[in-house]
């Protein structure tokens, strides 16, 4: 059972978040700023960051997510991104294979 008093404190809380200027964006900046360093090519290198950064997505809503796929296609979409993932594929391509 949730304490009534802790359960006020929390109203309130919510409440000073609302009165805050703007506290639309500051809450969409707050939840998407993981999700922007989620989007990252080194996460996606990683086994383990990606199913934490999976969490921490889930973890921001639909906010989160809205930021992570817009940070995600961004990236995709950048030359730099692109030819990186190029040399990436390379690397983890095992020698004498082909494509064809």
């Given at each position: 059972?949730?304490n009534p008093l802790r359960r006020l404190d ?56 809205l930021v992570y796929l817009s940070s995600w ?28």
């Open positions: 059972m949730v929390r109203l309130q809380q919510r409440w000073r978040a609302l009165a805050f200027p703007f506290a639309v964006v500051h809450r969409l900046v707050n939840k998407g700023l993981l999700a922007v360093y989620c989007a990252d090519a080194k996460v996606r290198r990683q086994r383990e960051m990606r199913a934490a950064a999976r969490r921490l997505i889930a973890l921001g809503g639909p906010e989160g997510r296609l961004y990236r995709r979409m950048s030359p730099g991104e692109i030819r990186e993932s190029r040399r990436s594929e390379e690397r983890q391509r095992p020698t004498g294979s082909h494509d064809s």
